[in-house]
């Protein structure tokens, strides 16, 4: 195992600044369309070349097999294409909560096509890396992009925005949404007026269709309601269960996740750009 080539990662969250479905393909999936920014809540990912061949996990979700999680998913995926013998040791920790609609797991599979592609030298052009990024999960592939997009498809395809610095309170109210069955509710609005990324606003967060459903739990709709008493607004990200409201600086963002009840975890959080760009193999 070679252990000078090692990349330490911090694969960031995202949020959905609106999130509308317009359709379901034939195949069943649904078409949508998405505003994403990317928040300073982060997982750790350590990234370590080895060339023998094995592609090894530590920590991540214990609950998870490492063969089912998608950090080991994206590693198998490029050592098709890097040979038999490239194999790396991906140790992650996790503070992005899972199930809360934050895109933890996709930004950790992400992190692994980034990382494994300049560890292995593949070359991989972004575009490239955001096809294979689609086949393991519909949000992997706006964490590959790098910045806030528009994004439409199943998520696949991107419309870069302006980086804005924003700041945000988030809030995980310690209950988590299964993704599979938040699409499958039969009450869940798959009609939504298609609009053009040109013509999007991207000045304040709008709808969400899975709020309504998601406040059926709740844990989510207390959260929903703590935010709206003290910021005056409240968004969902993704199909649950966390939740964030636009704030006009840290300070209110810290303010408005004081004092959280026990089992909810809060972060004061900014939008970020460009987090894997310059990282480069280090001992």
């Known amino acids: 195992m070679s252990q000078n080539r090692v990349l330490s990662l911090r694969p960031p969250a995202k949020l959905n600044r609106f999130l509308h479905i317009i359709g379901r393909r034939a195949d069943g999936y649904h078409l949508l369309q998405t505003a994403f920014d990317l928040i300073d809540w982060c997982d750790e990912l350590e990234i370590a070349d080895r060339d023998d061949g094995i592609i090894a ?62 560890l292995w030298g593949l070359e991989l052009a ?30 696949e395809i991107l419309t870069p925005l302006r980086h804005v610095p924003r700041s945000y309170a988030v809030i995980f109210p310690g209950v988590a949404l299964a993704t599979g069955p938040m699409f499958a509710d039969p009450a869940l609005r798959r009609d939504c007026v298609a609009i053009e990324p040109c013509d999007y606003r991207n000045d304040q967060p709008g709808d969400n269709v899975f709020t309504a ?16 008493q003290r910021v005056g607004s409240a968004h969902l990200s993704g199909s649950g269960s966390a939740v964030y409201a636009q704030t006009p600086d840290l300070d209110s963002a810290h303010r408005a996740i004081a004092g959280l009840p026990q089992g909810w975890i809060g972060r004061a959080a900014s939008s970020i750009t460009n987090w894997f760009d310059k990282i480069s193999p280090g001992a």
């Open 213 to 228: 459903l998601a406040e059926r739990d709740p844990a989510v709709r207390a959260a929903m309601d703590w935010l709206r």
């Open 57 to 118: 996990r530590r920590g991540g979700l214990a609950e998870v097999p490492p063969e089912s999680d998608l950090v080991v998913r994206a590693a198998r995926r490029l050592q098709r294409l890097a040979g038999p013998d490239r194999g790396c040791t991906l140790s992650l920790r996790k503070h992005i909560p899972s199930g809360a609609g934050l895109g933890g797991g996709s930004a950790d599979a992400a992190a692994v096509l980034l990382g494994l592609n300049q």
């Open 126 to 155: 972004v575009p490239e890396l955001i096809r294979i990024g689609a086949e393991l999960g519909a949000d992997v592939p706006v964490f590959i992009g790098q910045q806030p997009a528009f994004a439409a498809g199943i998520g």
